[in-house]
């Protein structure tokens, strides 16, 4: 397999499929990932019943609705929900280029966390399309914050997380998972950490029509006595959940429409803090600059960088 990060842009091998359930649906789903073209960057189609095909760029203008979940589109009955899990596979192996056909409204939630999809993409392998990958690299701070929440940009000669949550739960409390992004610590440290969620929460979501496909097999569950109720108990240790997070947060920035080089922090965020943190980025041109590299991600020194021209790349335009 090619690996991603060393400055080409790649493409999956051939077709492969997965079949699953969504998590707020609770209805079956498939998607295949298929070869694209350099420059092709992720794209979702959606395809319908009745012919009809929804095409939407792995982009932040195409992020609709971040309440429980990354979703691109703006109407339902167009949209592709629960991206993060797959997106943040393909930014972790460096898959550039690929068009996943979705037969269903969501991906499929498989066991809550990324690994199936990392699997999945490892098994048919990458191939390198010849053409030079393109990174934005931060060049400034760029914060937000909202209540006691924030989530920051910073220059920094790689690609670092640093993820903190603090919940009014004894279980988890006050967890942070920080770490230079490459492939092999994704797959060993974030890949396996599955979403979760409180019991004492779960007829308020099905009474909106959510977590209709949630279950023990997909989700750490939470009880009202602040333990884990899954027979297997959790996967990372006691702190699975901010690792979750985490994860979350590669798929979200994986929006960027290309890899970014600096360091992202957050304190309490989640979705909807990850998808303004980079709208607040991107929407600032002097707060980063679009380049090229040879030398790989995670060791990136300043005489590495190409500079090349923001306005034809604009990865984060509609």
Partial sequence: MVIGMLGFQTTVSRPITLSGIG??????????FNPAEADTGVVFNRMH????????????????NTDLCTVLGFSPAHSVATIEHV???????????????????????????????????????????????????????????????????RPYDGTRFEVEIDFDCPLIGRQKWEGDMTAATFKSELSRARTFGFMRDVERLWASGHALGSSLENSVVISDDN????????RYAKDEFVRHKA???????????????GCYRSYRGGHKMNANALKALLSDPTAYEVVETSAPRQRVAPRDFIRVNAPEFAPWSA
């Fill in 247 to 261: 994860l979350d947060a590669v798929g979200d920035l994986a929006l960027a429409g290309a890899p970014f080089i």
């Fill in 23 to 32: 998590v707020h649906s609770g209805a079956d789903v498939s998607i295949t």
């Fill in 87 to 153: 997106m943040a596979a393909v930014y972790a192996l460096g898959l550039d280029n690929v068009v996943i056909e979705v037969h269903g409204a969501e991906m499929p939630i498989m066991d809550g966390s990324s690994m199936p999809f990392i699997e999945a993409i490892e098994q048919v392998g990458l191939v390198s399309l010849g053409v030079k990958r393109r990174y934005i690299r931060i060049t400034k701070p760029v914060r937000i914050e909202h209540g006691g929440s924030w989530s920051e940009f």
């Fill in 227 to 234: 333990t884990v109720i899954n027979v297997e108990g959790l």
């Fill in 49 to 64: 019943e009745n012919g009809e095909v929804s095409e939407y760029r792995a982009v932040s203008s195409q992020v609709g």
